[in-house]
């Protein structure tokens, strides 16, 4: 062919770029048109709104008078609060309200002791009050007795993930504390830890940290009076400039949010040494040459792995007062237990813990009871949340403690024994329940009842069947007249066929099949299918109460129904907890989401569904609140009326029998079953909530927290 012809325009391949080349040329118009079009738009509509604008704050009105242009209110007022022991904060507060009038400003000077934050303090995130919080630290860098709850509270809600990091966001706060210098290692720890608090909940300080210093020879300006002047000019400065509704500019010399003038629009750490470090290393250069980087990388994993060694060599040494050979360590390391206190949990001993349960908390308050007082009739204010093994055999993705607690398959650590833990268990509860001492809304009747522990459950955390001395440990709990809720996660099937009476015992079923079970559990046995199968078949050989729970995880395991019927027909329980999963918030050991949350109305299908493949069995209780209803064996249904409760009196009668005769005089179920009130069972009008108490609703719905 000529060389020529591969030029002819009659040629395919020219034919095929000559359109090609139209087509881009065509795209590029349009995109350049589409351009210039936006550019038009957006600005005719930023010269409308230019000509649309206020032309002056002031107008001349009709009758030769001037009306200035009403302005949006950006402080409301100043809510002043106070924990006093001695009374210096109580006369601070009232110094400030009166410089705060002057300005023509509404002030309110609030108690702490007559304060609730759990009705009150979320009101403030939509207010614009600015709340100004004058605490002192008392001995031992404890808060003085009429701040402690409110401390204990703003403690809780920081590290619990029901309420977020956005709880108080909106709220406009600033805080002066009062200590003493002499104690150094306490110096202000209470003012340090309520700024601190409230920032971890979202709010806005509006001024930095003051810290007033009664030993005058460390006072910065002479004496703690001086410091809260000195204090107080800045908080009134900053208290006009927010009236104005302006902003302090920022020299732009600051980390972004570090400096005042940003200190409305973004929260921020504490710039206390303590907390930032600031002033162990203020020449701190924060760019890393390129070349340097790798040392620096190398430097820091050695600290880390000289930290580590430490920590562990340490808690060895501390839990067995030498570091000899074949010596088992503790379970609780130095980080360990640094992370759960920080978590609210008592620890105990080398590997047990107690922790108040929030419905403890709501019942003392008459503010109803946990899903366990509606389906079986526990006292929510007399029961011990506790455990005798912080180790557990499952990395669960619901997990709501995050995986801060440490895994293994077999005991491997030093050992207390369970008169210790018991004993140790009551007195730190019994501790717990002191500090509601005259808090507002508790019940003075359901607090002296909640000094005397009524109930165990044994499902804080880990997993209670791993202790080798659980038996001991319930025969004790039995003896103090105790009842005890025991939780498995169906990988000890030995430990459940050998385990004595308990009064309820209960195996988690996340999963229907061996595949979704590890994808869920992500259980560290190799045979952990088979060991979950054996736990079910042990749970049929109990003569006691047994219970499956089943917590339900959209888009996970709310699907093959006809694969649970299996289960529930091999380990043939008493009762079903059917539970939707609580959210726990971010956090790299799961990747829940709130879309993984089932609606009640959804978990209220599911366990229709389930009950029409399992005949023996039907809806007995309902308990809204908790996302949560009880399936129950037809068997405790008795002349149409449901006996899904607990005799406790009874079931101490026969356990003590059982004890007793060796092992001989046996007993099963519905030898110690009570009946169920009406407001309990599945389809009343209250939906599980005991009338005896009184509902409560959050009144800003949007700040709302869930879960149990």
């Known amino acids: 062919m000529d060389p020529a012809g591969a030029w002819d325009s009659s040629s395919p391949w020219v034919s095929l770029w000559t359109n090609r080349f139209y087509v881009y040329v065509g795209l590029a118009c349009g995109i350049s048109l589409w351009i210039c079009f936006q550019i038009v738009v957006r600005r005719r509509d930023k010269s409308s709104q230019e000509k649309s604008a206020p032309k002056a704050s002031r107008d001349l009105g009709t009758e030769g008078s001037i009306s200035l242009q009403r302005k949006e209110v950006s402080v409301s007022g100043v809510k002043i609060f106070y924990g006093s022991q001695t009374g210096t904060a109580k006369g601070f507060a009232a110094s400030l309200a009166e410089a705060v009038t002057s300005l023509d400003l509404p002030v309110a000077v609030v108690d702490l002791k007559d304060y609730d934050p759990d009705d009150h303090l979320v009101e403030e995130v939509t207010s614009k009050n600015v709340c100004a919080f004058m605490v002192a630290t008392y001995t031992d860098g404890r808060p003085t007795e009429s701040a402690e709850w409110f401390c204990k509270w703003l403690e809780e809600a920081a590290s619990d993930f029901r309420f977020g990091k956005t709880y108080l966001k909106g709220m406009r706060y600033a805080v002066f504390g009062l200590g003493n210098s002499s104690y150094a290692s306490h110096f202000n720890k209470v003012g340090k830890k309520v700024d601190k ?14 810290e007033g210093d009664c030993d005058v020879a460390n006072s910065t300006h002479g004496s703690i009076e001086a410091d809260f002047r000195a204090w107080k000019t800045k908080f009134l400065a900053r208290l006009q400039t927010l009236e104005k509704g302006e902003k302090k500019p920022c020299d732009g010399s600051c980390k972004r949010g570090q400096c005042e003038s940003s200190a409305e629009e973004e929260p921020f750490e504490s710039t206390s040494e303590d907390e930032s470090g600031a002033k162990d290393h203020p020449n701190l250069n924060p760019v890393v040459d390129v070349e340097d980087l790798g040392r620096v990388v190398s430097c820091v994993k050695r600290e880390k792995r000289e930290k580590e060694q430490q920590e562990e060599k340490s808690g060895l040494l501390r839990s067995s007062g030498k570091n000899g050979p074949g010596e088992r360590r503790a379970m609780i390391t130095p980080a360990l237990r640094e992370a759960l206190t920080r978590q609210g949990y ?63 398959t077999e005991w491997r650590w030093k050992m207390d024994q369970p008169e210790m833990i018991l004993k140790e268990a009551i007195e730190n509860h019994q501790s ?17 009842e909640g000094m005397m522990v009524k109930h165990c459950a044994l499902s804080l955390v880990g997993e209670p069947i791993m202790y080798p001395e659980i038996n001991r440990f319930l025969t004790l709990l039995h003896e103090c007249k105790i009842s005890s809720f025991l939780v498995t996660n169906a990988q000890f099937p030995v430990e459940i066929r050998n385990l004595k009476p308990v009064t309820q015992l209960y195996v988690s079923v996340d999963a229907s099949t061996e595949d979704r079970l590890k994808k869920i559990d992500r259980p560290l046995f190799k045979d952990f299918w088979q060991r979950f199968l054996d736990s079910l078949k042990a749970l049929a050989a109990k003569q006691q109460r047994t219970v499956y729970r089943l917590t339900l995880v959209k888009a996970w395991n709310v699907d093959q129904l006809q694969a649970y019927a299996e289960l529930v027909s091999l380990g043939n329980p008493d009762f079903i907890e059917v539970k939707g999963v609580t959210y726990c918030g971010e956090s790299s050991a799961s990747s829940l989401t709130m879309a993984n949350v089932p609606w009640h109305e959804e978990v209220v299908h599911f366990v229709r569904d389930l009950v029409d493949l399992i005949p023996d069995y039907e809806i007995a209780c309902e308990h809204e609140h908790s996302n949560c209803l009880l399936i129950a064996h037809k068997r405790f249904k008795v002349g149409g009326e449901w006996w899904t409760w607990i005799h ?60 149990c």
């Open 197 to 210: 608090w409230l920032w971890m909940l979202g709010a806005h300080r509006v001024v930095a940290r003051g």
């Open 346 to 408: 008592q620890l105990i001993g080398s590997h047990s813990g107690v922790k108040l349960c929030r419905w403890t908390k709501s019942m003392l308050r008459g503010r109803g009871g946990c899903y366990k007082h509606t389906f079986y009739g526990i006292e929510s204010h007399r029961c011990m949340e506790t455990t005798p093994s912080l180790a557990c055999a499952n990395k669960c993705v619901f997990c709501w403690r995050h995986h801060t607690n440490p895994v293994g």
């Open 432 to 448: 717990m329940i002191k500090q509601f001492k005259g808090v507002p809304g508790v019940k003075e009747e359901r607090f002296e």
């Open 648 to 707: 406790y009196d009874r079931f101490q009668e026969l356990v003590r029998e059982y004890e007793d005769s060796g092992g001989s005089a046996t007993f099963g179920a519905q030898d110690y079953m009570a009946r169920t009130p009406h407001w309990a069972v599945f389809g009343a009008r209250e939906r599980g909530f005991d009338p005896k108490d009184t509902r409560y609703q959050r009144k800003n719905k949007s700040k709302d927290i869930s879960g």
